[in-house]
């Protein structure tokens, strides 16, 4: 077979060399989980290895000098207009390079496309707590990547030079400008003395070819080993636990799928290059520090930081001979910083509150973390809101705006949207939690009523199948935090646990642990919750519609009689709640109420708890 | 725990299926035993384990299918790249026309080859290789307490034979050693850019320069700029080409009515209701180009900050904190406009030294 003969002839020759067969088989066998989020961060991935072949195109022609010339080239419109070689260069790049045009629009577009898909992974990661511990180091790699992607794509679309860029950089120089002490020195010694110069577009150029993308690649191959070395964490299901994989291997399927999606994201951005222009600088005209067009926007990464400076208000001190702008600084850093610094502190912040310790591989459904998704939606919402005041001359244009009514809705919502964003998503989930309680309890409503010899009416449900049932019943709850002030039998306190941080840290956890009690296969006690979370107190109430004593009827079971049938749903209940051993309330398990009739049912349960 | 997907029989009546030899029935499950995925430990004995995979997917018919429509795709793609290399020996740049359909069709191509590429590859792992699921055990990720209980015995071993913790003097003497040199790459820096002094502080104006209209770069009488509503962009003479000049000293200029004009504009910095201010905006120095001329406001077109054109361009709305500075302005001997002098204080964004 051809196989065995290649493996005999270049395999042996390696192996002779590396020994690597049990290594490489090792590799080929490693399981590979299966989720269309995870493809999220192969997109960035691949878009960056786009990015570093279009690029490196760019750079056989790409002139990185602000010397001025007089352009003659194919552009006419241009004839004879003074520009940077920078900028002739570009123009040469885009008209008379063949597929030079493509290739700068493919690099610009895969710039974009490598950001927003990094932001997508990274909302992945943060809802679904596939940051938790071990993975907490990636987590940080990631938001750097993130941090110098956003970097990497302002310098690059400052090189060509034109009007649109070199307003970025005029920006970017009176926001360095605005720096307590040092400002001033800093954008001296960036552009190499006073705006523009000649220096800034050679230096990031270099930090854009060279030192930044050699940066990300770094991290990135860090990233990639580290999650290699860890294992994929899994979406929940039937099967799968923290102790175990399950996927399709690497080789031949991983290999195969990847390769395609690597595919899949260069056609996706050739059709966009092809047929959507992104960029067309010589629209623009070169740069000049004597005039700017309307409407002008950075790219779209950017656009949140130009929210924010335009919604700041004009505060500014003079103290002592020297100027503090607020309305420049604070915007410019605040905003942005003060997300990164969270994310980035998050995963501790939580590990602090929940006391959770423990290695996690099996991803949360965000529903069942309502708190942390609910702070997640209330930071996309703070985000989005200067994102969109970004654009707000373009919104105020289309739609019809006063200009400076977008401003003070922003200003407005900035502060209340997210708060609103907060509440709403929180009860959404608690919701969500609880149609999946009731589907594991009652399975899906068929639709049909039956009627029982007894002559009761009764709605049939279909019971879940075990797959959806464990999805549904994915919920890992955190272990209980020590009580606050409570010590062990030495008299000593358990550390974080004593005094107003022991009490902040209690009202904290109780908030970030609000959940509703589901229940699934993987059943758990629930005394864990604390007191007053709201999976104890409802679930009884929710428990049955009234006069409709159905149980988890399964479909088609011929009713000998009704407690017969209504035990075999209960009994389904009642085993998942042994399971966890719970010592809890055994709420939701009063399975021994439907058996007989729902009137009965509420009264037991409020004694019972 | 691990499983072949649900399919896993071969149908009876695949008529494709090559008699492939003594193997045995596709899709049965070998012992799961076996079909554990046990990370890198060891097979025993080298001995060959049971197959793991499937050979072949579970329905050959829809297989042998799937395999005509992969091949088509490729050849498809195969298609297109011949058509990119054509496209590009074809098809010339040199002129907007040109590049739009040079870019069209290269796009095009490399776009259909790609796609051609991705569906035949995915549609190949969907259908033509068979469904599995597999489970591999994770092992704890910290290591076992013996080992790190070991690998803290030999760091103290080594760190013992080393000597640094026995001997601070080596120990300190060494970090001393290390801190200015971890120090030198900040300072090499320093040649980056000059120190600012007192740069921001000062334009190119001063008394005499003209103001030139700067698109056509001619001197401007007053007469020339008669009717009010109208903002002008103008540059010092000899500066045309200095950027480094024009960063700072972009001016416009605006005519009013007789008596529009108020303080806390300078009226004696004016000529016959024209106005200086600095085009460079006080919050982070986007040239500020657009003029409304039934509110007098002018705006700035980055961050909309807006000036009060007639009333010192105060700042009406938006976040710069300064307005703009006036620029004083006379006649000469011909009767162009000119400066008088410098700007009063510092034009453009605020900086830490300004005041």
Redesign the interface.
Known sequence: MAIDRALEGVGGFLDDRFRGA?GFR?LF???FPDHWTFLLGEIALYSFIILLLTGTFLTFWFQPSMT?VVYHG???HLDGV?MSEAYASTLHI?????????MR?IHHWAADLFMAAIFAHMLRIFFTGAYRK?REVNWLIGIVLLTLGMLEGLFGYSLPDDLLSG?GL??L???I?????????L???????????N?IIPRLYILHVLLIPGLILALITAHLFIMFH??HTQMPGK?RT????????MY??FM??T???F??T??AL??A???AQINPVWLYGP??????????QPDFYMGML?GA????????W?VA???F?F??FV?ALLPLGVIFTGAALWPFIEQWITGDKR?H?VNDRPRNAPTRTAIGIAVITFYGVLWLEGA??VIADHLDIA??TT?RIAQVSMFVAPVVAYILTKRICLGLQRKDQHLIEHGVETGIIRQLPSGEFIEVTHPLSEEERAKLGSITPPPSLPAPDSADHNGIPAPGSHGAIGKVRARLNSILTESIEVTGSNGHGNGHGGPGTDGNGHAPGEHEHAAVPAGAVPAGAVPAGGSQEASLGAGEAGSSSDDGGGSGDGAGHDGSGDEDSGYRDSGYDGTDN | ?SETNGHGELPGDAPDAEPAGPHRVIGTPPPAEART?L??REPDGGKVAPR??PADPADLRKAKAAERLVAALFILAMLAGIGFIAA?IG??????DA?LR???A???S??VA??G??????I??RHL?PD???????K??ASPAADRAAFAETFAEGADASQFVKRPLLRRTLIAATLPIAVAPIVL??D?????GT??RHTVWRNGVRLME?VTYTPIRPADFSSPGGMI?V?PEGYE?D??A???A?TIIIKFRPGQLQPPTVLNWTVDGIVAYS??CT?????V??YEQTTHHIL??????TFNAPKGAE?V??????PLPQLPITTDAEGYLVASSDYHEPV????????
Not at chain 1, 242 to 249: C, E, M, S
């Open positions: 049990k090792t066998k490693k399981i001025q194919s552009y006419t003074r885009s008209f008379d390079v063949r597929g030079g045009l493509l629009q071990p307003a005029r920006i120089e009176g926001v400008q605005s720096i307590p002490v040092v400002g001033t020195y954008a001296f010694f960036l552009f190499g003395g006073a705006f523009p110069g220096d860890q294992k099967g923290d102790q175990n994989v399950v996927g399709a291997p031949p399927y195969a799928k390769g395609a999606f595919f899949f260069f056609a050739a059709l290059s092809t047929f740069y000049t520090p004597v005039a700017m067009s309307a409407g002008s130009e400076l335009r919604v700041m208000v004009p505060w500014e003079n001979g020297h100027t702008s309305n420049v915007p290695e591989h707000n001359d200009l400076y401003t | 725990m995925l990370g890198d793991e995979l590009y098809l010339p740049a040199g002129s907007m590049v040079s870019n069209l290269l796009g095009g490399m776009s790609f796609l590429l991705a569906f035949g590859a995915t190949w792992v290789m599995v699921e597999l489970t591999e055990a994770r704890p990720l820096l320093r980056m850019g000059p120190l600012p740069s921001l700067d962009t540059i080409y950027d480094d024009l960063a700072k972009a085009k460079i919050h982070v120095g986007c040239p180009s657009l700035c077109p980055c961050h909309q900050s700042v709305f938006g976040p710069a904190a300064r453009g964004p605020s900086f830490w030294e300004r005041g």
